[in-house]
């Protein structure tokens, strides 16, 4: 069965400082693919970045980094340099290709303030 | 590009009534949507998977006859909630694949419609 643990409900920073949000999964199949989206408060969740179960080169884009890695099951995004406008629920999702049935199952989210 | 259009986007109805929630995908066909709903304060609880021609795959402990989904085009899913009740009232998302940029439908990411928040009084 597939799973998403957001442990980090959530978190309260001060602008320019540097936030982690951790993401564990769990899955049984070998082929997957992981996710980040965000929802601001105006409610639409916007699509962040997608990673797949056989690269675990981390990424990073702009203020945005991600870190996979595959031993440790977890999927953790940093932001650094925060800044008011990434206020904002942050859902790790996940999306299995063969047991899955092509279901995106997302973790229950971490609330991100970040205060001028 | 791969723009979701979900409408209404708020909507409020009496207790015991139906309402129909459109979603569109504007650019793109999508043989498969799906349906979330979302408490305050809480994750997306996939409801549904709506199949384009055939019926929706419905998740465990959703009741098909009172969401009901209907997926006639490659465009357009809607999904009814019928009778509704108070406890009803949430917020729900439609969602599709954009299924011609990648290989495979699992890996592309989910485009999300604005959202419809449900209030029966």
């Known amino acids: 069965a597939q799973k998403v643990t957001q442990a980090q409900t959530e978190i309260s920073v001060v602008e320019k400082e540097d936030v982690t949000l951790d993401c564990v999964y769990e899955?049984?199949?070998?082929?997957?693919?992981l996710f980040w989206y965000k929802q601001p408060p105006s409610g639409e969740l916007v699509f962040l970045i997608r990673?797949?179960?056989?690269?675990?080169q981390n990424e990073i884009s702009g203020r945005y980094s991600w870190n996979f890695q595959k031993s440790t099951s977890s999927f953790n995004f940093t932001i650094t340099a925060s800044q008011v406008v990434d206020s904002a629920v942050y859902f790790c999702?996940?999306?299995?290709?063969?047991?899955?049935?092509?279901?995106?199952?997302f973790g229950a989210g971490t609330r991100l303030f970040v205060k001028a | 590009g791969a723009v979701v259009s979900q409408h209404p986007s708020r909507v409020i109805c009496k207790s015991g009534t139906s309402v129909k929630i459109e979603c569109r995908s504007l650019?793109?066909?999508?043989?498969?949507m799906f349906w979330y709903r979302q408490f305050p304060k809480q994750s997306l609880m996939l409801m549904a998977t709506?199949?384009?021609?055939?019926?929706?795959?419905?998740e465990q402990g959703v009741e098909k006859d009172k969401f009901l989904i209907n997926h006639a085009s490659l465009t357009l899913s809607t999904l009814t909630v019928t009778s509704a009740h108070p406890e009803d009232s949430s917020f729900y998302i439609c969602?599709?694949?954009?299924?011609?940029?990648?290989?495979?439908?699992?890996?592309?990411?989910?485009?999300f419609g604005n959202g419809t928040r449900l209030t029966v009084t």
């Open positions: 969602s599709a694949r954009d299924e011609t940029t990648g290989v495979g439908s699992y890996n592309s990411p989910l485009h």
């Open positions: 899955t049984r199949d070998t082929t997957y693919y």
């Open positions: 990673r797949n179960s056989f690269d675990e």
């Open positions: 999702a996940l999306s299995e290709g063969n047991t899955g049935g092509f279901k995106t199952i």
């Open positions: 650019d793109f066909q999508a043989t498969t």
């Open positions: 709506s199949n384009e021609g055939s019926k929706a795959t419905y």
